[in-house]
């Protein structure tokens, strides 16, 4: 579901002012709704660190001057949707733009760390966002389970599942798995 322009606007207005709140990590709009996430764990953190870096090592070989980056905002305007992906692929001198989120053309893959509050906001909701930017690759990690889901286009249909300790190919680069860590009870 899109929204229309003025709307979407008037969210994204909206999501800018809103004050900082302890344990509120970030802001999405999705569905004429703005979204508050919970702040990640640590694990969380953890998983998305060392996909970064195994990323990040593959990169120049495969995408001279793209990074392996978390943290930044993900905008498709004619959607109406803005996402933070956990770690997005992307070309880095587009950091030296003015704007102030990264426009889906931009981006070769997302990666997701499934949240415990949340999870299918990423398995639903973010899959259908996603495809629908035209995002080549999807990365879906599950840590609650130590599974996951390769998504890839068109429109997503193929979805390639794996576990914790196999060793996947996304797209042109190969990661290891077996560095996840569950969430565990105490998480």
């Given at each position: 579901?899109?929204i229309?322009?003025?709307?979407?606007?008037?969210?994204?207005?909206?999501?800018?002012?809103?004050?900082?709140?302890?344990?509120?990590?970030?802001?999405?709009?999705?569905?004429?709704e703005?979204v508050?996430?919970?702040?990640?764990?640590?694990?969380?953190?953890?998983?998305?660190?060392?996909?970064?870096?195994?990323?990040?090592?593959?990169?120049?070989?495969?995408?001279?001057?793209?990074?392996?980056?978390?943290?930044?905002?993900?905008?498709?305007?004619?959607?109406?949707?803005?996402?933070?992906?956990?770690?997005?692929?992307?070309?880095?001198?587009?950091?030296?733009e003015?704007?102030?989120?990264?426009?889906?053309?931009?981006?070769?893959?997302?990666?997701?760390?499934v949240?415990?509050?949340?999870?299918?906001?990423?398995?639903?909701?973010?899959?259908?966002?996603?495809?629908?930017?035209?995002?080549?690759?999807?990365?879906?990690?599950?840590?609650?389970?130590?599974t996951?889901?390769?998504?890839?286009?068109?429109?997503?249909?193929?979805?390639?599942?794996?576990?914790?300790?196999d060793?996947?190919?996304?797209?042109?680069?190969?990661?290891d798995?077996?560095?996840?860590?569950?969430y565990?009870?105490?998480?």
């Amino acid at each position: 579901m899109s929204i229309d322009a003025t709307t979407y606007a008037r969210l994204r207005e909206i999501a800018n002012e809103l004050p900082q709140i302890p344990g509120i990590g970030r802001v999405e709009i999705a569905h004429g709704e703005i979204v508050m996430m919970m702040s990640p764990v640590k694990r969380h953190e953890l998983a998305v660190l060392k996909l970064s870096r195994q990323l990040n090592d593959q990169l120049p070989a495969t995408h001279p001057d793209f990074v392996a980056h978390g943290g930044a905002d993900l905008e498709d305007v004619g959607l109406g949707r803005l996402r933070r992906p956990d770690i997005m692929v992307f070309p880095e001198a587009a950091l030296m733009e003015a704007d102030a989120a990264f426009h889906p053309s931009e981006v070769l893959l997302v990666v997701e760390i499934v949240s415990k509050s949340n999870p299918e906001n990423d398995y639903e909701d973010k899959v259908l966002d996603y495809a629908a930017m035209g995002i080549p690759l999807y990365l879906l990690v599950d840590p609650r389970d130590g599974t996951g889901i390769i998504h890839s286009q068109p429109n997503y249909t193929s979805r390639l599942p794996f576990v914790f300790g196999d060793t996947i190919k996304v797209g042109p680069w190969q990661l290891d798995t077996n560095v996840l860590l569950t969430y565990g009870p105490k998480a």
